[in-house]
């Protein structure tokens, strides 16, 4: 058993909350009576992942997109009712860390995604609304293209969108996960063989073919699933507390 303060406390040092600018209301989004004996870990603070949760006996839900964005909760009506109603009556608090968790040097998304790629000498790279929140590295040695979506096959979604237009051999690698399909010029003008994000766009696409540029779309959820993974097995170890990753396989 844990205090959830206390608890929310160190995810908000860990994670350097006050140092973003997001639209995402960052940390604890949902109290509950106090405690906390299990925790959930989630990508979507949906209703969903709440309703696992009570299934779960957890009292504590960790996510990287939350339930409260800017002023979304001004009214607690409709579905704002049906989830702040449900958590507070199944007594679940929930934490999320959106900007925050993509950025982190180890336990952020994009930092996990590097670690599994075997992209190493990674630098925080790539700007939204003033955040740094992805990374630049490269490989050992050069691969080909195709051997890179077969990485990324295997070790991130079996289900991708690859744009062959660049180099066929790569070793340069930028990754920023989730909807960053936009970046690709950023990746360009670092001089990058490779970006890998999540969410394919139409303008990602038109702008990798224009700029000649190997882009690799994976899927928005599935390229978040890391950071609040690696979160809860830190909160395992400092709190001894009891904690599970949920994964829907979202295809999005």
């Given at each position: 058993?844990a205090d959830l303060k206390e608890?929310?406390a160190?995810l908000d040092?860990?994670l350097?909350?006050?140092?973003f600018?997001d639209?995402?209301?960052n940390g604890l989004?949902?109290e509950?009576?106090?405690?906390?004996?299990?925790?959930?870990?989630?990508?979507?603070g949906s209703l969903?992942t709440?309703r696992?949760?009570?299934?779960?006996?957890a009292d504590?839900?960790v996510?990287?997109?939350?339930?409260?964005w800017?002023?979304s909760?001004?009214?607690?009506?409709?579905?704002?009712y049906r989830i702040?109603?449900f958590?507070?009556?199944?007594?679940?608090a929930l934490?999320?860390?959106?900007?925050?968790?993509?950025?982190?040097p180890?336990?952020?998304n994009?930092?996990?995604?590097?670690?599994?790629?075997?992209v190493?000498?990674k630098?925080?790279a790539?700007?939204y609304?003033?955040?740094?929140?992805g990374?630049?590295g490269?490989?050992?040695?050069?691969?080909?293209?195709e051997?890179?979506?077969?990485?990324?096959?295997?070790?991130v979604?079996?289900e991708?969108?690859?744009?062959p237009?660049?180099r066929?051999?790569?070793?340069?690698v930028?990754?920023?996960?989730?909807?960053a399909?936009?970046d690709?010029e950023?990746?360009h003008?670092?001089?990058?063989?490779?970006?890998?994000?999540g969410?394919p766009?139409?303008?990602?696409?038109?702008?990798?073919?224009n700029?000649?540029?190997n882009?690799v779309f994976a899927?928005?959820y599935?390229?978040e699933?890391f950071?609040?993974?690696s979160?809860?097995k830190?909160?395992?170890?400092?709190?001894?507390l009891p904690?599970?990753?949920?994964d829907?396989?979202?295809?999005?």
């Amino acid at each position: 058993m844990a205090d959830l303060k206390e608890v929310s406390a160190f995810l908000d040092k860990t994670l350097a909350l006050d140092r973003f600018h997001d639209v995402s209301n960052n940390g604890l989004q949902i109290e509950n009576k106090g405690k906390v004996s299990r925790v959930l870990c989630g990508v979507d603070g949906s209703l969903r992942t709440l309703r696992y949760a009570a299934e779960q006996g957890a009292d504590l839900v960790v996510c990287h997109h939350g339930v409260s964005w800017g002023d979304s909760l001004k009214r607690i009506t409709g579905l704002n009712y049906r989830i702040v109603s449900f958590a507070v009556e199944h007594d679940i608090a929930l934490y999320a860390a959106h900007l925050p968790l993509d950025a982190h040097p180890v336990y952020g998304n994009n930092a996990c995604l590097c670690r599994l790629l075997g992209v190493r000498a990674k630098q925080p790279a790539f700007v939204y609304r003033g955040n740094t929140i992805g990374f630049r590295g490269e490989f050992a040695k050069p691969i080909s293209f195709e051997a890179f979506c077969a990485r990324v096959r295997e070790k991130v979604s079996p289900e991708i969108r690859a744009l062959p237009f660049g180099r066929a051999t790569v070793r340069t690698v930028g990754i920023v996960s989730g909807g960053a399909c936009e970046d690709v010029e950023q990746a360009h003008a670092l001089g990058l063989d490779v970006f890998l994000t999540g969410e394919p766009g139409l303008v990602g696409y038109t702008m990798a073919e224009n700029l000649g540029m190997n882009a690799v779309f994976a899927g928005h959820y599935a390229t978040e699933r890391f950071g609040v993974e690696s979160l809860g097995k830190l909160l395992h170890r400092q709190f001894k507390l009891p904690v599970s990753l949920v994964d829907f396989s979202i295809p999005y």
